[in-house]
């Protein structure tokens, strides 16, 4: 199976060593993995501020570059969701490449199996609180949303327990929004901020040592609140877990 | 010297473009005060949690409660009209509203046409969206909302800031302070029992005088004519009971088929709402009693033309529990007056730009579109998926600022474009390496008010891919 990784525009610039350790995962799994230069930005934050249409053109070159590839594994679980629900608007190739695209997190859980994923051999002797973006979680279906009465699941989790001396933060709110939203965060930098420090102040009561998210954009807001407040947070992604890139 | 009693929460008023994220702003200046509303309306989701986590069929219960409204509003013509005949055959009137204006005017006609000077209402946000109560009183009737909640934001001359907990908003020590000017009671008395005791007091002598009462409407009942209430404190019931008129108002959307489906939305809509199995008074009304006149209003005041519309006729399946407001993180945090409409909270925002998009335009973006509305839905309105579609009519129609239209058109365009957005990509990684920490706060602008830029990599993951690895090729 030849699959393509996506970095969307933002982990390409600011968070390459997110990129990088997921490519050391799917690489040392074996994994035939390619990063296809023609991909840029899948235009959700256009899209969600209003801007559907403008989005297209970045949406089209998305398509375009990962149309031959067998899956799409997006560092992103926001990205992966938008290209899930609406790359189908720049026609049959979005169609295709839609059906094709998951999470990386999602990938390794349902595709490639926890045993192998315990292969990799990580250690984190941290206690974690696993951040996962509202669209993972609800879109993608990462976890059990709280609202959803139905048997409790937590694939991140799964994941980063094959890390060995890795421990949880329990959270009085489990899922709550961290507050980024895209544009939200700046159209309503009150709302986006408090909501921040809110999550923040959860997870510190939780115990938790370090941060760990499938959504680098949770992160980036996050991290930049906790560096605000002078709080030292460390923030990771999952694949700099499994990658043994954070102990 | 202002006192908590006359301390007011931000109320979005005039006829302008409602700024909800400067309303949320003044509201969460006082942080404490913002945390305590956060934390009351979370306990009430965590209700609703241990309330349907108690029900094994929960989610089959959304299914089908979802399929039967969706089933009743792609006919809901023919419903409404079995309704009225069977109401009509029970003894009922039936009155047609177009819109606001023609409600309120058939609720005066009938006040006056019995001569009644003095309404007690149960709690109607369907009155509260028509503004009955200021119209009724400039014609001279005395109106008295008798839902506690209610009333308190009626002596306070506030609108009500949730659905279903009016007075959410307030604290005890200043419903204490609003009875004691308005109701007597002892100066600083801020205990619930003895506050609601003093409520209950003075309802009690409106009740008895009131030569009418208006009820909202939870359900009506097709195949029946029936109408049910559901409230807490009995108010419906006894303002219906002593009244020799009993004016029922309902939106069309309120109809359901058959008593069986009354079954699954019960099961639903206290739970989803407080956390209840039931609400304390589920309250079957058939017929007017001997001697009384039913009246019975549909308004329609923009249903059907949300009904028309292909994105959005899915928001007419709401039973108006409240459950998404509840759960709502940027609500939790604002408060219901920031929203500047009888419904707030996500089902206001994809219920109230149906009706004027240009006065209402900020409130589809006033979500981070995390989905917990949808999730929670006892009828499963897809609420994040019409925000985002209500967001693009809104930039279509011009109504997003023109600053913030062009920061987002602008990155659009060089996001579309891999070559020119990697060029800029390093120009704007060094200069947030190379420039003080001050002066790129000052340039990243608004996301930096409140937190710090993250740390910039020497260079891009594709620069890295590129030095690193061979494999570019495309497959």
């Known amino acids: 199976m030849k699959i ?45 501020a209003g801007f559907e249409r403008d989005g297209h053109r970045a949406l089209r070159c998305v398509v375009d570059a990962f149309e031959g590839y ?28 839609a059906e094709r695209t998951t999470e990386f997190c999602a990938f390794l859980h349902d595709e490639i199996g926890l045993d192998a994923v315990a292969s990799l051999g990580a250690t984190c002797s941290q206690r974690v609180a696993v951040h996962i973006g509202c669209h993972a979680l609800r879109n993608l279906g990462l976890a059990r949303p709280s609202e959803i009465q139905r048997p409790a699941f937590d694939k ?37 901020a408090k909501m921040g420090r809110d ?19 949770c992160l980036m807001h996050l991290g930049g609140i906790a560096r605000r407040a002078g709080i030292g947070l460390p923030m990771r992604h999952v694949a700099e877990i499994l990658a043994g890139e954070a102990r | 010297m202002t006192t908590p009693a006359t301390r007011r929460l931000p109320v979005v008023e005039g006829a302008g473009p409602i700024d909800h994220a400067a309303a949320a702003a003044l509201f969460i200046a006082d942080e404490d005060r913002a945390d305590w509303h956060d934390r009351a309306l979370w306990y009430v989701r965590a209700k609703r949690d241990v309330a349907a986590a108690a029900v094994p069929e929960w989610e089959a219960l959304r299914d089908l409660a979802s399929a039967i409204k969706e089933h ?79 009333r308190i934001v009626q002596l306070r001359h506030e609108p009500p800031s949730h659905i279903v907990m009016p007075a959410i908003h307030l604290k005890k020590e200043e419903v204490g302070d609003t009875f004691h000017e308005h109701l007597g009671t002892a100066a600083g008395l801020s205990d619930p029992v003895e506050l609601t005791a003093a409520a209950r007091a003075h309802l009690r002598d409106r009740f008895l005088a009131a030569d009418a009462a208006l009820s909202g409407v939870n359900f009506a009942v097709a195949e029946s ?21 009993h004016v029922a108002s309902l939106g069309i959307e309120k109809v359901i088929p058959r008593h069986d489906d009354l079954a699954v939305f019960l099961r639903l809509l206290a739970r989803s709402a407080t956390g209840q199995t039931l609400t304390v008074y589920t309250s079957h009304m058939l017929a007017p009693r001997e001697g009384q006149e039913l009246h ?9 033309v949300q009904l028309a519309r292909k994105e959005f006729w899915r928001s007419l399946k709401c039973i108006r529990c409240g459950a998404c407001i509840n759960t709502c993180p940027v609500y939790r945090r604002s408060g219901g007056h920031s929203y500047g409409s009888t419904v707030p909270g996500p089902i206001g925002s994809v219920l109230t730009p149906g ?25 499963k309105v897809d609420l994040d998926g019409q925000l985002y579609a209500w967001r693009q009519h809104v930039t279509a129609a011009g109504y997003l600022s023109a600053s913030k239209v062009a920061v987002i058109k602008t990155s659009a365009q060089v996001l579309g474009r891999p070559w020119l957005f990697r060029a800029l990509g390093a120009v704007g990684r060094s200069a947030l390496r190379i420039l003080p920490a001050r002066l790129t706060r000052m340039g990243a602008g608004v996301w930096a008010r409140s937190r710090d830029l993250p740390h910039v990599p020497p260079r891009s993951f594709h620069a890295w891919y590129r030095a690193n690895r061979v494999r570019t090729r495309q497959p």
């Open chain 2, 72 to 150: 009743t509003l792609s006919r809901l013509d023919d419903y409404l009209i079995q309704f009225e005949a069977h109401a009509t055959a029970n003894g009922a009137r039936v009155h047609w509203a177009r819109d606001a204006e023609e409600h309120n005017q058939i609720v005066l006609d009938i006040l006056v046409g019995r001569g009644a000077r003095r309404l007690v209402k149960s709690k109607s946000m369907l009155t509260e969206e028509c503004g009955l109560n200021p119209y009724l009183e400039s014609h001279g009737i005395e109106v008295v909302d008798t839902d506690l909640g209610e």
């Open chain 1, 156 to 192: 991140v989790r799964a994941l980063l327990g094959t890390a060995r001396g890795i421990s949880f933060a329990e959270l009085t709110r489990s899922d709550e929004c961290c507050g980024f939203g895209g544009t939200f965060a700046v159209l309503e930098p009150a709302i986006s």
């Open chain 1, 4 to 48: 393509a990784l996506f970095a969307p525009c933002f982990v390409d610039q600011l968070y390459p060593g997110v990129a990088v350790a997921a490519l050391r995962v799917l690489e040392r799994l074996g994994i035939d993995v390619d990063v296809p230069g023609g991909a840029a930005c899948c235009g959700q934050a256009a899209a969600n």
């Open chain 2, 296 to 304: 019975i209003v549909l308004v329609d005041n923009g249903r059907t």
């Open chain 2, 355 to 379: 009706i004027d998009l240009e006065r209402y335009a900020a409130l589809p973006f006033a979500s981070t579109l995390c989905g917990s509305c949808t999730a929670v839905c006892p009828v």
């Open chain 1, 199 to 217: 999550r923040l102040r959860d997870y510190r009561a939780g115990g938790a040592e370090m941060i760990v998210s499938t959504d680098p954009s």
């Open chain 1, 70 to 97: 067998e899956r799409v594994v997006v560092l992103s679980g926001s990205c992966a969701a938008h290209l899930r629900t609406h790359a189908f608007a720049v026609g049959p190739s979005g169609v295709r490449v």
């Open chain 2, 225 to 245: 004519g029936a109408i049910v209430v559901c409230t807490n404190e009995g108010n419906a019931d006894l303002g219906t009971a002593l009244a020799p008129v």
